[in-house]
């Protein structure tokens, strides 16, 4: 079964899965430019909903290269909002495990994000916070 499948799998059940499950799996997937990503993404994470979430992540919003909204947020009544308590991001390519692909770069904070395309739709990020183990996996489906 190929990384794909597996990941779209995962991601359906909505379940927890460690990053060591992960890891591989991401490190097989392809590359997306940052051209490909510019929208609207719903995120989810892979934690099977059993951390807290304070501000309601809804996903993200690629405006173009220098400027990225990273946390989009619900609002009690139900609309979408950019919470820019932690700032905003720019989409670079980036090299990691020696692939280059699409990355975010938080401005005011010690983050990365870097993206593997899972298919057109769907994509994988991999949270790199500063101090804290490389262990965040998260996933974006495109809106619209």
């Not at 892979?46 to 619900?74: Q, T």
Request: charged share 25%; aromatic share 12%.
């Amino acid at each position: 079964m190929s990384a794909e499948t597996q990941l779209l799998e995962m991601i359906a059940t909505k379940a927890a899965y460690p990053a060591s499950m992960l890891m591989p799996l991401f490190d097989q997937l392809k590359p997306i430019s940052a051209a490909e990503i510019i929208g609207m993404w719903r995120g989810g994470k892979f934690d099977g909903g059993k951390d807290p979430d304070p501000i309601k992540w809804y996903g993200k919003r690629f405006v173009s290269r220098e400027h990225v909204d990273p946390l989009m947020c619900r609002a009690e009544d139900g609309s979408i909002y950019s919470y820019d308590k932690l700032g905003f991001a720019q989409l670079r390519e980036v090299a990691h495990n020696g692939v280059v692909s699409a990355s975010l770069i938080y401005d005011k904070q010690p983050i990365m994000d870097y993206f593997r395309k899972v298919t057109d739709n769907v994509i994988v990020g991999l949270g790199d916070i500063k101090g804290k183990p490389l262990d965040f996996f998260f996933h974006l489906t495109r809106e619209g």
